[in-house]
């Protein structure tokens, strides 16, 4: 067996045996930075709000999988983006394995997000902050008027001192609707605020 040989049949072995490790050992959960609403607005290279329609699941050049997914009906409030937008999280099967990081956000199809991206196609979770830059986008029933929910589902109500605030999901309070929400990263895009302690 000539040396590159070798080193390919090594580096497959070795790339078998760290996602075997991965799928096995307990879900790792991901030390992630704290950020504000303007330091969301401010480190996202794009903000889209778009409506999820494919998910599929694709290894890469050295056996790592990952998880594909895809929006459409996109409205950009920031960056340059075509008809759609496909963004890769890191984790999936790998043959019988699962690879996964218990933090990283899931999408379901015909689910509705707002967005904050960085680092798509670069890192294990293109989203800022993670589960941080990432809001549902539902209809309110007694409204009929399109309504933000963070990553835990707590309704967006206001901002007060660069946080967004948040209701208890049962607390009945209303949720501020898509379009208030949209302004808030408008003004903030036009009239950035300087940067807080956690973009340290």
């Known amino acids: 067996m000539n040396p590159s040989t ?18 096995t050992a307990p ?21 889209v709000i778009g409506t999820v329609t494919d998910i599929h699941e694709q290894l890469d050049a050295s056996g790592t999988p990952f998880t594909l997914v895809t929006f459409s009906d996109l409205t950009v409030l920031k960056g340059d983006i075509a008809a759609t937008l496909t963004l890769r999280f890191y984790g999936g099967h790998a043959g019988d ?3 996964a990081i218990s933090d990283m956000p899931t999408f379901t199809i015909g689910e509705r997000d707002v967005l ?9 979770c293109p989203l800022v902050g ?16 399109d309504v933000v929910e963070d990553s835990s589902h707590q309704p967006l109500t206001g901002i007060a001192s660069r946080e967004l605030v948040r209701a208890p999901a049962t607390s009945g309070e209303t949720a501020m609707t898509l379009n208030a ?3 808030l990263i408008v003004d903030e895009l036009a009239q950035p605020q300087p940067a807080g302690d956690a973009a340290r």
């Not at 580096?11 to 991965?22: D, E, G, K, N, P």
């Not at 959960?29 to 903000?47: C, G, N, T, W, Y």
């Not at 904050?116 to 294990?124: H, K, L, S, T």
């Not at 993670?130 to 008027?145: E, I």
């Open 181 to 183: 929400f949209r302004q």
């Open 130 to 145: 993670v589960w941080q830059g990432r809001f549902y986008v539902h209809l309110d029933p007694t409204s009929g008027t």
């Open 6 to 23: 070798q080193y390919s049949a090594l580096r497959a072995s070795l790339t078998f045996l760290i996602v075997a490790a991965l799928a």
């Open 97 to 99: 394995a699962v690879v």
């Open 116 to 124: 904050f991206v960085a680092g798509n196609n670069r890192d294990v």
């Open 27 to 47: 879900a790792r959960a991901m030390v992630v930075v704290k950020r504000d609403f303007p330091d969301l607005v401010a480190r996202s290279e794009q903000i």
